[in-house]
């Protein structure tokens, strides 16, 4: 499978985007997909993970309450919903891909990433 994101962009304080995750070459079926973050000199944070098997969730303590996320009907795009965005929330956005279906927002576990796509939080 492949994976490719949308839906970022430049956005005020409060404000909401959804982004996407889009799957090429199979369904995501039998997968995990996860939402994490980057900024520039700091780890990759894992933020959402989705269970394809039974759509049970979990996030990170930093957006849970303001982000949703969730799979389409056809489960080949997973969406991110960002709600009440603060400034921090200012990352480059990644989808990823885990084969075993459990719900780790630990990096190293997925093997199948997206390229990315940015989010920014200013007034």
């Known amino acids: 499978v492949q994976l490719v994101e949308s839906g970022g962009g430049l956005v005020q304080p409060g404000g909401s985007l959804r982004l996407s995750c889009a799957a090429s070459?199979?369904?995501?079926?039998?997968?995990?997909i996860a939402w994490f973050r980057q900024v520039p000199e700091k780890e990759r944070e894992g933020i959402a993970v989705?269970?394809?098997?039974?759509?049970?969730?979990e996030y990170a303590d930093s957006v849970k309450g303001r982000f949703t996320i969730s799979f389409d009907e056809t489960k080949t795009t997973v969406y991110l919903q960002l709600n009440s965005l603060k400034p921090e929330d200012t990352a480059v956005y990644y989808c990823?891909?885990?084969?075993?279906?459990?719900?780790?927002?630990?990096?190293?576990?997925?093997?199948?990433w997206g390229q990315g796509t940015q989010v920014t939080v200013s007034p």
């Open positions: 070459g199979s369904s995501l079926d039998d997968y995990a």
């Open positions: 990823a891909a885990d084969y075993a279906d459990l719900l780790r927002l630990d990096p190293t576990a997925y093997g199948v």
């Open positions: 989705i269970s394809s098997s039974d759509g049970t969730t």
